[in-house]
């Protein structure tokens, strides 16, 4: 299928991706466009006024979109948590965040938008990191250690 979204992608939009391409649509192909643009019918917008799926004032994307499409798995829960605590909860304030996870994966996501050349050089990068705290978010749940 066909997604959506806005240019330069951030936290949220780089873990809804990845969420997308991991699991709920692994043939999942991304477009970036501006804010106001139209989104095609034979696309899924996301993040973008006219979207369907898009954060509120109490939801994150990414809590949007375990909703929508029904992802039930208790590492996603704790992702959208850490995404959630920054988005939602301290508002993207650094000095307001109740969970420790949210500042690191945040500030590498950001670096990843600084030194990358375009989104879809941001997304490949994002993927590995969300890979990578996937499995170290599973691993601490079946109690392994560093």
Known sequence: ?????????????CASIWLIK????????????SRDAEIPE??????????EIKPSETETTF??????????DPVIQRIAAIIHDFEI????DLDRLKLKE???????????A?????????????????DALYAELKAQMEGGSG
């Open 42 to 51: 034979d696309a899924i917008g996301f993040t973008l006024p006219k979207a």
């Open 1 to 13: 299928m066909r997604w959506i979204t806005r240019h330069e992608p951030h936290f949220d939009r």
């Open 89 to 92: 909860d301290a508002e993207e």
């Open 22 to 33: 991991t699991f709920i649509d692994k043939d999942a192909v991304f477009e970036f466009v």
């Open 114 to 130: 600084r030194t990358s050349k375009s989104d879809h050089e941001i997304v490949f990068k994002a993927m590995i990191v969300m």
């Open 63 to 72: 809590d949007a979109l375990v909703k929508r499409y029904g992802v039930v």
């Open 102 to 112: 949210p500042a690191g994966v945040f500030c590498i996501v950001r670096g990843l």
